[in-house]
């Protein structure tokens, strides 16, 4: 995080060599495979195609991750800051862009006062912005035809901070003992009732109406990282017809669908769903994440893990994916937890963002659960169309274990979410079998989060030239100086 902090671990651009970077693998007990020699571009897994039951084909096995956008406008409009990051996943030869961008269905649900959020007013722009993808990358690669390009649509819940960066205006399905003392959830802060969730349902599927209209071929209905939809899988305490039992607890989702499904009739869905989420992390007295635990604590909101909430347990999230069989959806992208309340499990890193902590276990063994997490649900639902996260973090040897991970059926598609905020290019790169652009490569430093978690506009700091001469990074290095 400064220039004092010296990290616990080994960097990955330390494992120059295969035998290098699979001892330490060894060494460190990290269960991640990988191929040392990648097939030309002609055999190659990064080039296979994926063809949908809809008709529609994604013309190879990459894609773009959504991220959260700090740089629209307060009514939540894109601004150059925003269109410059689109036109970079245009060109970067993935051929699946899951959502480009977290949009919010209304004001009140965004998590920033300056993410993009999807009304009438604003279509027009979104119009644009789909347009704009499918020239720029025409023109780079000669046709769009086998592009699939989505809208992810979103409501923040506990996280919602629609008009000021440092103040929270919850939105909740229930009250948590942790988290609303972590992100100061007060006492007058009840949980949404059922009526109130039933009209989000609606300005679901409104949104999901006009991405149709703007030509998006599909829509995200966000199901991970702590935000509502994803909340409401462990709202076992709440009553009502959207908490308690599973069945209950996917009626948020289902709702949606069937919404969608009767006002924009042929609309591809997907689903990004945190298949996993443990107890939530604090800094430890030596600056190290500890669980926020007591001893033997009984923890029960933990989706898709036992009541320790340190273990995983995939009964429930199998549970989910059936479902998704069930309501006809096939695309689904697969993460895991929060980056608000257990980062390292999301995100590793070697460098932790301002609000976080330092790694409490080798960066590598947080990859390797979320591409291991993903294997075991592929292996169950060979049908899905998974999307797999996590990778970023490999940085040189990306391209080695995405590459084993398709070979071996353990994913469909290989995600890529921070990297290309700084190595734009990256999957062309690896789909005409060039050598790694080194200089490009995501490192970690975690200024992507730290920026924004400051209100600062989201970007690559050390690396992404539009954004190394802002003010911003003068004032983001002073806030660095400062943790």
Same mark, same amino acid.
């Given at each position: 995080?400064?220039?004092? #902090?010296?990290?616990?671990y080994s960097r990955v651009a330390q494992l120059k060599t295969a035998a290098d970077f699979a001892k330490y693998l060894e060494d460190n007990q990290v269960d991640l495979k990988f191929d040392e020699e990648l097939l030309p571009k002609e055999t190659s897994p990064f080039n296979k195609a994926i063809h949908l039951k809809s008709g529609r084909t994604i013309g190879n096995s990459l894609s773009i991750l959504p991220m959260e956008g700090w740089d629209g406008t307060a009514d939540g409009k894109p601004t150059h800051f925003t269109k410059k990051r689109w036109e970079n996943f245009a060109i970067s030869g993935?051929?699946?862009?899951?959502?480009?961008?977290?949009?919010?269905?209304?004001?009140?649900?965004?998590?920033?006062?300056?993410?993009?959020?999807?009304?009438?007013?604003?279509?027009?722009?979104?119009?644009?912005?789909?347009?704009? *993808?499918?020239?720029?990358?025409?023109?780079?690669?000669?046709?769009?035809?086998?592009?699939?390009?989505?809208?992810?649509?979103?409501?923040?819940?506990?996280?919602?901070?629609?008009?000021?960066?440092?103040?929270?205006? $919850?939105?909740?399905?229930?009250?948590?003992?942790?988290?609303?003392?972590?992100?100061?959830?007060?006492?007058?802060?009840?949980?949404?009732?059922?009526?109130?969730?039933?009209?989000?349902?609606?300005?679901?599927?409104?949104?999901?109406?006009?991405?149709?209209?703007?030509?998006?071929? #599909?829509? /995200?209905?966000?199901?991970?990282?702590?935000? %509502?939809?994803?909340?409401?899988?462990?709202?076992? /305490?709440?009553?009502?017809?959207?908490?308690? $039992?599973?069945?209950?607890?996917?009626?948020?989702?289902?709702?949606?669908?069937?919404?969608?499904?009767?006002?924009?009739?042929?609309?591809?869905?997907?689903?990004?769903?945190?298949?996993?989420?443990?107890?939530? #992390?604090?800094?430890?007295? @030596?600056?190290?994440?500890?669980?926020?635990?007591?001893?033997?604590?009984?923890?029960?909101?933990?989706?898709?893990?036992?009541?320790?909430?340190?273990?995983?347990?995939?009964?429930?999230?199998?549970? =989910?994916?059936?479902?998704?069989?069930?309501?006809?959806?096939?695309?689904?992208?697969?993460?895991?937890? $929060?980056?608000?309340?257990?980062?390292?499990?999301?995100?590793?890193?070697? #460098?932790?963002?301002? /609000?976080?902590?330092?790694?409490?276990?080798?960066?590598?063994?947080?990859?390797?659960?979320?591409?291991?997490?993903?294997? @075991?649900?592929?292996?169950? =639902?060979?049908?899905?169309?998974?999307?797999?996260? !996590?990778?970023?973090? %490999?940085?040189?040897?990306?391209?080695?274990?995405?590459?084993?991970?398709?070979?071996?059926?353990?994913?469909?598609?290989?995600?890529?979410?921070?990297?290309?905020?700084?190595?734009?290019?990256?999957?062309?790169?690896?789909?005409?079998?060039?050598?790694?652009?080194?200089? %490009?490569?995501?490192?970690?430093?975690?200024?992507?989060?730290?920026?924004?978690?400051? !209100?600062?506009? $989201?970007?690559?700091?050390?690396?992404?030239?539009?954004?190394?001469?802002?003010?911003?990074? *003068?004032?983001?290095?002073?806030?660095?100086?400062? %943790?």
């Amino acid at each position: 995080m400064t220039g004092k #902090f010296k990290p616990k671990y080994s960097r990955v651009a330390q494992l120059k060599t295969a035998a290098d970077f699979a001892k330490y693998l060894e060494d460190n007990q990290v269960d991640l495979k990988f191929d040392e020699e990648l097939l030309p571009k002609e055999t190659s897994p990064f080039n296979k195609a994926i063809h949908l039951k809809s008709g529609r084909t994604i013309g190879n096995s990459l894609s773009i991750l959504p991220m959260e956008g700090w740089d629209g406008t307060a009514d939540g409009k894109p601004t150059h800051f925003t269109k410059k990051r689109w036109e970079n996943f245009a060109i970067s030869g993935a051929k699946l862009l899951w959502g480009c961008e977290a949009v919010a269905v209304t004001h009140e649900g965004r998590a920033n006062p300056r993410q993009l959020t999807i009304n009438e007013a604003n279509i027009g722009d979104l119009e644009e912005m789909f347009q704009m *993808v499918l020239d720029r990358h025409s023109e780079k690669f000669g046709t769009a035809e086998d592009l699939l390009v989505g809208l992810q649509l979103t409501h923040s819940g506990r996280f919602c901070k629609p008009n000021d960066n440092t103040k929270f205006e $919850s939105k909740i399905a229930y009250n948590h003992p942790k988290l609303d003392a972590k992100f100061h959830v007060t006492d007058d802060n009840l949980p949404m009732t059922d009526e109130e969730v039933d009209a989000l349902v609606e300005d679901f599927v409104k949104a999901a109406v006009l991405a149709q209209k703007a030509g998006y071929h #599909f829509v /995200d209905i966000k199901h991970c990282h702590g935000y %509502l939809g994803h909340e409401f899988l462990s709202a076992v /305490d709440r009553n009502g017809k959207y908490g308690g $039992s599973f069945e209950n607890r996917t009626n948020f989702l289902k709702n949606i669908v069937s919404g969608i499904r009767k006002e924009a009739p042929g609309l591809e869905i997907g689903v990004r769903l945190s298949a996993i989420d443990f107890a939530p #992390f604090k800094k430890g007295l @030596d600056g190290i994440g500890i669980p926020d635990l007591k001893e033997n604590e009984k923890y029960k909101y933990a989706f898709g893990c036992d009541e320790t909430g340190l273990e995983i347990d995939l009964e429930e999230p199998r549970k =989910f994916l059936k479902l998704l069989e069930e309501l006809d959806i096939q695309l689904v992208c697969i993460t895991v937890s $929060s980056p608000y309340y257990n980062p390292h499990v999301t995100r590793p890193a070697l #460098f932790p963002p301002s /609000d976080g902590y330092q790694a409490p276990e080798e960066p590598l063994i947080g990859v390797a659960r979320m591409l291991n997490v993903v294997a @075991d649900l592929k292996k169950d =639902f060979p049908n899905l169309v998974i999307v797999g996260s !996590g990778y970023s973090y %490999l940085q040189e040897w990306l391209p080695n274990v995405a590459h084993f991970a398709l070979q071996n059926k353990m994913v469909d598609s290989v995600g890529f979410g921070r990297m290309v905020l700084s190595y734009p290019t990256m999957p062309d790169d690896m789909i005409n079998n060039r050598p790694t652009e080194r200089k %490009l490569l995501c490192r970690t430093f975690s200024d992507c989060t730290t920026a924004p978690r400051n !209100g600062l506009v $989201s970007g690559c700091y050390p690396l992404d030239p539009l954004y190394k001469t802002l003010p911003e990074s *003068v004032t983001l290095k002073e806030i660095k100086e400062k %943790l």
